[in-house]
């Protein structure tokens, strides 16, 4: 069993920057895929960025490649998504998830835990 504690929304400008933290309970924190998803009001949840147990392996949805970076500190159980050159079609939910995959996979269906997550605000 693993719990999700995202935090780092909030509201920010176009242009600005905010750093997603997501920590994790469990010693088994190391031998989870992790991702970042999103949902925007009226939209279904989608794909953002996903990093696998070592951190050496990392994939990322199109509409934030170049812009967002996914890290994870296995020492501390924290998993981060560096968000820069926000735009307001950022605006949304922003969860991240753990899977016992052993592949960085982007569907929600392969993702086991989800955290409750946090809001993230960009203003035009």
């Known amino acids: 069993q693993v719990q999700l504690v995202e935090s780092g929304g909030g509201l920010v400008q176009a242009g600005g920057s905010l750093r997603l933290s997501c920590a994790a309970s469990?010693?088994?924190?190391?031998?989870?895929?992790m991702g970042w998803f999103r949902q925007a009001p009226g939209k279904e949840r989608e794909f953002v960025a996903a990093i696998g147990w070592s951190g050496g392996t990392t994939y990322y949805a199109d509409a934030v490649k170049g812009r967002f970076t996914i890290s994870r500190d296995n020492a501390k159980n924290t998993v981060y998504l560096q968000m820069n050159s926000l735009k307001p079609e950022d605006t949304a939910v922003y969860y991240c998830?753990?899977?016992?995959?052993?592949?960085?996979?982007?569907?929600?269906?392969?993702?086991?835990?989800w955290g409750q997550g946090t809001q993230v605000t960009v203003s035009s």
């Open positions: 469990g010693r088994t924190f190391s031998s989870y895929g």
């Open positions: 998830a753990a899977t016992q995959e052993v592949m960085v996979v982007s569907t929600l269906d392969e993702y086991d835990y």
